[in-house]
């Protein structure tokens, strides 16, 4: 008999799982531009089912044409969590063993069926997304599931009530690293041909749709992930040319870039780091074609703040902020020194930062790191903490406060592994209100190489960089058969938790904060009240809150 449930975006579906212990949802409300997902569990459990069974779905509903269909696919887990930690580490997780695991959301239309095997959990993706050009009231989706013979299975109904609001612009920034090596060597697509540039503007196009509006930008191949002494692909787009021993630039590249994420939706550009990461020691690889010979001028063998490196850092600095002025881009460009300094590295950051201090008089200069004490020290003044790091910074009210997470963000905090409840991830939107975060960064939207970046992995067979980090932290995309990014189902609940927060935001502008804090906070005890290291558990927390909001935003309209 085959079962169907509705049941909320939130959830993962593992394949020996019983569609009995799903949180059942049917109905809920969403602002007019607003993209809603929820799921459609399926499960057969007929005893003489041997094989696969061909199912097809079919909607019907008012809000047809603005609702997509994807399947949820399972994904190999070897290294779900870190191993031999003390019990309390794997609270709040959903498995911690190696299996397949519920991630990849592959189009429904690309196969145009859905196979199951009897027995096993799967579940139906359903995005609804009216761009603002539906009106307000209530719908129903009705979600049939025929066979081959195009006898009807299952029949099931959401209702999703719109809202006549409208979700504010987006506010704060996001980043994740954006790796053109990676995909030019998935799929074999030498860098900068016209093959290379569809799938960037691909990838581009997707990444704006997740939410991510500030794009890292390899003005030089970013000095990221690679093992010391070695390269990473060449994926520079200002063109070095030395004659004589003097230096030109050319940007013909980055201005494609820059026009090609305008394009797209993106209008902010990390400027990739100008320093190697852990201690900003050494200068990134830079290109340069030198008296007719393209080869290397600098790299691992050359000193940070070594004087030739420092004039043509110094040079190339000034033409690049002209060529962004030109433009009017200058300030949407966000500037790095190196990725994730500690405290024995501080002297050796701040003689690289004294570089270049002065040019970037008035930019943003940012970076990754967690020691309140390094920001105190007046190294620099935009830190991005991590999520398990952020309270000091928080209780001494440092201004434009970023957060970011990453693998060593696995005890408490939200983050985005595998194994980790949706709702985990989800969490992050409330936080981000709360301490009115400015901005977000993440470093894997698609790093598909192993630890050091030495040789490339396929994220569909391997999940984990191959045992670099635990399943999710290295990407939250894949890479589709046509050149165009697949998304997961990490990447679209952090997605949801920022419209979490753009409604929380309107809200505020209708009811104000005190009231949008207490539809969040107020049911909680002190000791629970909402930090980045403690939140509700819970996907019928998650929903209950989103409603209160949802009914703030109604009722003051």
């Known amino acids: 008999?085959?079962?169907?449930?509705?049941?909320?975006?939130?959830?993962?579906?593992?394949?020996?799982?019983?569609?009995?212990?799903?949180?059942?949802?049917?109905?809920?409300?969403?602002?007019?531009?607003?993209?809603?997902?929820?799921?459609?569990?399926?499960?057969?459990?007929?005893?003489?089912?041997?094989?696969?069974?061909?199912?097809?779905?079919?909607?019907?509903?008012?809000?047809?044409?603005?609702?997509?269909?994807?399947?949820?696919?399972?994904?190999?887990?070897?290294?779900?969590?870190?191993?031999?930690?003390?019990?309390?580490?794997?609270?709040?997780?959903?498995?911690?063993?190696?299996?397949?695991?519920?991630?990849?959301?592959?189009?429904?239309?690309?196969?145009?069926?859905?196979?199951?095997?009897?027995?096993?959990?799967?579940?139906?993706?359903v995005e609804?997304?009216?761009?603002?050009?539906?009106?307000?009231?209530?719908?129903?989706?009705?979600?049939?599931l025929k066979d081959g013979a195009g006898n009807v299975r299952s029949e099931d109904t959401f209702t999703i009530e719109i809202l006549a609001a409208e979700l504010p612009e987006q506010k704060t920034l996001y980043t994740e690293w954006f790796h053109t090596d990676c995909l030019s060597?998935?799929?074999?697509?030498?860098?900068?041909?016209?093959?290379?540039?569809?799938?960037?503007?691909?990838?581009?196009?997707?990444?704006?749709?997740?939410?991510?509006?500030?794009?890292?930008?390899?003005?030089?191949?970013?000095?990221?992930?690679?093992?010391?002494g070695d390269e990473r692909p060449t994926v520079q787009l200002v063109d070095v040319t030395v004659t004589d021993g003097k230096?030109?630039?050319?940007?013909?590249?980055?201005?494609?870039?820059?026009?090609?994420?305008?394009?797209?939706?993106?209008?902010?550009?990390?400027?990739?780091?100008?320093?190697?990461?852990?201690?900003?020691?050494?200068?990134?690889?830079?290109?340069?074609?030198?008296?007719?010979?393209?080869?290397?001028?600098?790299g691992w063998d050359t000193c940070a703040t070594g004087p030739e490196y420092s004039a043509f850092l110094r040079q190339f600095i000034g033409e690049l902020l002209a060529f962004m002025k030109e433009r009017g881009k200058d300030h949407n460009c966000y500037f790095h020194i190196s990725d994730e300094p500690n405290d024995a590295q501080l002297e050796s950051y701040i003689a690289a930062k004294n570089v270049v201090r002065d040019l970037l008089d008035g930019y943003i200069i940012m970076d990754a790191l967690s020691h309140y004490e390094f920001y105190e020290s007046g190294a620099l003044e935009t830190p991005i903490p991590a999520n398990t790091a952020i309270e000091p910074f928080i209780a001494n009210n440092v201004p434009n406060l970023w957060v970011y997470y990453c693998c060593g963000q696995h005890k408490d905090v939200s983050n985005r592994f595998f194994a980790m409840p949706l709702d985990r991830t989800r969490a992050i939107g409330y936080q981000f209100y709360k301490y009115n975060i400015v901005g977000f960064l993440q470093w894997g939207y698609n790093f598909y190489f192993c630890?050091?970046?030495?040789?490339?992995?396929?994220?569909?067979?391997?999940?984990?960089?191959?045992?670099?980090?635990?399943?999710?932290?290295?990407?939250?995309?894949?890479?589709?058969?046509?050149?165009?990014a697949l998304d997961s189902i990490r990447i679209c609940a952090f997605y949801d938790a920022l419209q979490d927060q753009r409604a929380m935001q309107l809200a505020e502008t209708l009811v104000g904060r005190e009231a949008v804090m207490n539809a969040i906070e107020g049911d909680l005890p002190e000791d629970q009240k909402i930090t980045f290291s403690r939140y509700p558990h819970g996907i019928a927390w998650m929903q209950e809150t989103r409603a209160k909001i949802n009914a703030l935003i109604k009722s003051a309209l």
């Not at 396929?458 to 635990?470: A, K, M, V």
Request: with cysteine.
């Open 247 to 298: 230096y030109s630039f050319c940007f013909d590249k980055l201005d494609r870039w820059v026009k090609l994420a305008n394009k797209c939706g993106i209008e902010n550009f990390e400027i990739a780091h100008f320093f190697t990461q852990w201690g900003a020691e050494h200068a990134p690889k830079v290109m340069a074609t030198v008296d007719g010979e393209y080869k290397r001028i600098f």
């Open 128 to 144: 609804v997304e009216p761009k603002g050009a539906v009106p307000a009231g209530e719908y129903p989706i009705t979600i049939r």
């Open 451 to 484: 630890q050091g970046s030495v040789y490339p992995i396929n994220p569909y067979e391997i999940s984990d960089g191959d045992y670099f980090t635990p399943a999710g932290d290295c990407y939250s995309v894949y890479p589709g058969e046509n050149g165009e």
């Open 185 to 228: 060597v998935y799929y074999d697509a030498p860098v900068f041909s016209e093959k290379y540039w569809e799938i960037v503007e691909n990838f581009m196009k997707n990444a704006h749709r997740a939410g991510i509006n500030l794009i890292l930008t390899p003005t030089f191949t970013p000095p990221l992930d690679t093992a010391v």
């Open 1 to 125: 008999m085959l079962k169907t449930k509705l049941i909320s975006g939130m959830e993962k579906c593992f394949l020996d799982e019983c569609i009995c212990k799903k949180f059942a949802l049917d109905h809920d409300t969403m602002l007019k531009n607003e993209r809603y997902t929820f799921q459609l569990a399926v499960q057969d459990d007929d005893p003489g089912a041997v094989g696969r069974i061909i199912l097809f779905a079919e909607i019907d509903s008012p809000l047809k044409n603005y609702i997509s269909l994807a399947k949820i696919e399972s994904i190999p887990v070897r290294f779900p969590v870190y191993r031999n930690l003390p019990e309390e580490y794997y609270d709040n997780y959903l498995r911690t063993t190696p299996g397949l695991y519920p991630d990849l959301v592959r189009p429904y239309e690309e196969y145009g069926m859905f196979n199951i095997l009897s027995g096993d959990l799967n579940a139906l993706w």
